[in-house]
């Protein structure tokens, strides 16, 4: 028997041409416990929430930094954990493990090593985007182009290997580290509902059973 699959994809010439997302909801930037306690309680609050992490670039070979901030995102408001500053707090950690709390994220494993040198913990009901968009044909597996396909916008990643270390985050890495976290959100959400694809070319195979 063969069966027809398609492959939906994009290239990063066709995305260069599309308008640019911006993330509209409150950002807010946690760096002291009160505040990441606090944070915590209004995440509660939702079922479902977007999320992401950044980590200090290293530019020696073999040199990997711990993670420096973890977004965690509502379709409304993104909060930025600073961790470098307030530590992986035991309120978060209870959040990032609790079973009744959907965290959707996209490459997961790689947050999670990250997340496991600053602390051990038992990450439960996380949704990796990679895992699922294969059933609904997209072939692309990074968010800005998963996001493309989707929506039609493009996910600008020119603060990604900014320092994320500093004393203050800049306006524009602020916003680019709450739309990362959100956007996962808003593809979960995006597919759970059906919506058209923005693009839609693809490419056929034919796969023999």
């Known amino acids: 028997m063969t069966l027809q699959y398609n492959h939906i994809s994009i290239d ?24 990441a306690k606090k944070a915590v309680e209004v995440l509660r ?19 990997t930094n711990k993670v420096s901030l973890i977004q965690l995102s509502t379709d409304a408001e993104c909060f930025l954990f600073r961790i470098n500053k307030i530590g992986f707090i035991e309120e978060l950690r209870d959040l990032l493990t609790d079973p009744n709390m959907t965290k959707i994220g996209i490459s997961l494993r790689d947050d999670f090593s990250v997340l496991h040198r600053v602390d051990s ?16 044909g997209i072939a692309d597996m990074s968010l800005q182009k998963i996001y493309a396909i989707i929506f039609g916008k493009k996910i600008s990643k020119s603060q990604r290997l900014s320092n994320w270390e500093a004393d203050q985050l800049s306006v524009p ?7 990362d976290a959100w956007a996962c959100l808003h593809i979960y959400e995006a597919l ?9 070319q693809s490419k056929s195979e034919n796969i023999e059973l």
Request: net charge negative.
């Open 121 to 136: 913990f038992d990450p439960r009901n996380f949704v990796d985007l990679q895992s699922v968009v294969g059933q609904y």
């Open 173 to 179: 890495q602020q916003y680019y580290a709450a739309l």
């Open 192 to 200: 759970q509902e059906g919506v058209a694809f923005y693009y839609t």
């Open 12 to 35: 990063k010439a066709t995305i260069n041409e599309l308008p640019i997302e911006s993330f509209a909801g409150r950002i807010h930037v946690v760096d002291s416990v009160d505040q």
């Open 45 to 63: 609050q939702h079922n479902v929430l977007g999320i992401d992490t950044e980590t200090k670039p290293s530019f020696r070979k073999g040199r």
